[in-house]
């Protein structure tokens, strides 16, 4: 374990998940937070009524970018997390720590579209606690979120739940929201305008989840990317993964921005879309229910789960457009700091 806190703690990837394993988990690592979900799964007073539960920290910068602000981020994250257990949200928390002269009026429209995105989402945001920290002492503001929903009963998603055989969804292109950051923060400017991904998605899982009956589970790529958000839930299944790169959406803006940059597409982060693995009976249906949404129209099948090859670990692995295969590693350090 390292001595201090590095920025690769933040990242997503391999250092995260040490500092998480080796001090989180530790010190407190209920039954619940070590399952290593995006949201709890609780249990509720009524007889099959469960609660999902989960809260996210902002600290991106800069506070605005095209395709949103951190508060849109703030509100779509937190509902994104608790969704992927198949609830449907209902509450919201909403804490600021605030630098003193952070302008009243960037407040005010931060606020403002917190409100409209959770009106979208169909949220209502029903706490919170404002701190203020002496000028130079917190980067202008941060937000914390934290929401609550409720899981119908027969529902039973995480990444337990996969088995070889299923199929692998990806919602639409990935690396938007990451590379929008990037750009914005070292005043890059690409042929193509790029914004954020950052959206809503309890629609989406809604809809496929009435249309896939043998859904295993949904989690959003963010910090790490897809690649990080794969071998996490390979590790969970104990299983092999395979992702066919042709079949991999992207913007081509994006992965020019990638290529330029040095970045690995697949280690981006992602703010408004979903992993999801069905059974391979229910694909086709869950895909068509990922385009009908105004959220999913470049969704794509982008690989499969297999047996693992070694017995007691998990890979997963890239099959190229060369007909080569390669192993996908998670992130591991710091690709870009205060991405959310």
């Known amino acids: 374990m390292d001595d201090t806190v ?33 949201a709890a799964s609780l249990p509720a007073p009524g007889p099959n009524e469960r609660i999902a539960y989960s809260t996210d920290s902002f600290v991106v910068t800069p506070h605005f970018f095209p395709g ?3 508060g849109h981020l703030a509100v779509c994250g937190t509902v994104n997390d608790v969704a992927t257990s198949g609830a449907v949200p209902q509450y919201l928390s909403c804490a600021f720590i605030l630098e003193e002269g952070f302008p009243m009026e960037d407040l005010r429209k931060i606020c403002a579209t917190m409100a409209e995105t959770a009106k979208e989402a169909g949220v209502r945001i029903v706490t919170g606690d404002t701190k203020v920290v002496n000028r130079g002492h917190g980067d202008g503001i941060y937000i914390n979120t934290s929401g609550v929903g409720f899981i119908p009963e027969g529902v039973e ?104 940059l040095g970045y690995d597409v697949m280690q981006v982060a992602n703010e408004g879309k979903m992993v999801c693995v069905v059974g391979a009976e229910d694909a086709e249906a869950a895909l068509a229910a990922m385009r ?30 060369f007909g080569g295969t390669r192993i996908l590693d998670m992130l591991v350090g710091e690709q870009l700091p205060r991405i959310c």
């Open 157 to 260: 998603l995480g990444g337990q739940m996969i088995r070889p055989g299923d199929k692998i969804l990806v919602s639409g292109t990935l690396g938007d929201h990451g590379i929008t950051i990037m750009s914005c923060r070292e005043s890059l400017n690409f042929s193509a305008d790029i914004a954020s991904d950052a959206a809503p998605l309890n629609g989406l899982i809604a809809d496929v989840l009435a249309v896939a009956p043998s859904t295993r589970c949904f989690r959003d790529p963010t910090r790490g990317g897809i690649a990080s958000t794969l071998n996490e839930l390979a590790e969970q299944s104990g299983t092999d993964m395979v992702i066919d790169q042709d079949a991999v959406p992207v913007k081509p803006a994006v992965m020019g921005a990638c290529e330029m």
């Open 68 to 70: 949103g602000n951190i």
């Open 292 to 321: 009908a949404n105004k959220y999913g129209a470049d969704a794509a099948i982008i690989g499969e789960v297999l047996e693992p090859s070694t017995p007691g670990s998990s890979r997963v692995s890239i099959t190229t457009g």
């Open 6 to 38: 590095l920025l690769g703690h933040g990242s997503g990837g391999s250092m995260m998940r040490r500092i998480i394993d080796e001090v989180f988990f530790e010190a407190y690592g209920s039954d619940e937070l070590m399952q290593g979900n995006d």
